[in-house]
T-cell receptor, first 113, second 113 residues
Framework: GENVEQHPSTLSVQEGDSAVIKCTYS??????FPWYKQELGKGPQLIID?????GEKKDQRIAVTLNKTAKHFSLHITETQPEDSAVYFC????????????FGRGTSLIVHP | DAGITQSPRHKVTETGTPVTLRCHQT?????MYWYRQDPGHGLRLIHY???????DKGEVSDGYSVSRSKTEDFLLTLESATSSQTSVYFC????????????FGEGSWLTVV
């Protein structure tokens, strides 16, 4: 099955800095890579995703990059704000195939004012 | 947001008792999942369903069973609760009709004493 490794487990930055979270996956059949943000006491919510036919995607201050050859993808947050503080999860799975999402262990992002 | 409702949201139960968590969705999604979330482990798949009466085991299925008699409902049963099953349980759904976005419920906090 798929295995997703996520680093770092904790990331502390100053407001206005950039934050980068990295994930690697093992199954070359995976073709969909979403990122989720989880606030305290709530369920994870999708913030951005990327498919295997795309190398980069941006949405305002958030971007995701994918390197299929190396089997890794990254979340980039620029100009961080205190409200970005949360736990972030990456995931990988094969749509049209097994449809079993595998998640990384999560990164706790802390943005200091 | 997708209409995913989990019940109960909070429960305290005694060791050895059976417990059933319910997930109800209004999106008509084919795929449904039960994850448990524990510190340091992220989201781990317990069981999943790919259609009515079609279910399969995830990576941490021991001690759990599921049933899906209707598209909208996915039940998770702890046959005889143990303290190691104290956790936060999340239901999730997806389908190609929603662009493969995984939608999560708000979580069920279970404490086994």
């Amino acid at each position: 099955g798929e295995n997703v490794e996520q680093h770092p487990s904790t990331l502390s930055v100053q407001e206005g800095d950039s934050a980068v979270i990295k994930c690697t996956y093992s199954d070359s059949a995976s073709n969909y890579f979403p990122w989720y943000k989880q606030e305290l006491g709530k369920g994870p919510q999708l913030i951005i995703d990327i498919r295997s036919n795309v190398g980069e995607k941006k949405d305002q201050r958030i971007a995701v990059t994918l390197n299929k050859t190396a089997k890794h993808f990254s979340l980039h947050i620029t100009e961080t704000q205190p409200e970005d503080s949360a736990v972030y999860f990456c995931a990988a799975f094969e749509t049209g195939g097994s449809y079993i999402p595998t998640f990384g262990r999560g990164t706790s992002l802390i943005v200091h004012p | 947001d997708a209409g995913i409702t989990q019940s109960p949201r909070h429960k305290v139960t005694e060791t050895g008792t059976p417990v059933t968590l319910r997930c109800h969705q209004t999106e008509n999604h084919r795929y449904m999942y039960w994850y448990r979330q524990d510190p340091g482990h992220g989201l781990r798949l317990i069981h999943y369903s790919y259609g009515v009466k079609d279910t399969d085991k995830g990576e941490v299925s021991d001690g759990y069973s599921v049933s899906r008699s209707k598209t909208e409902d996915f039940l998770l049963t702890l046959e005889s609760a143990t303290s190691s099953q104290t956790s936060v349980y999340f239901c999730a759904t997806t389908d190609y009709t929603s662009g493969n976005t995984i939608y999560f419920g708000e979580g069920s906090w279970l404490t086994v004493v």
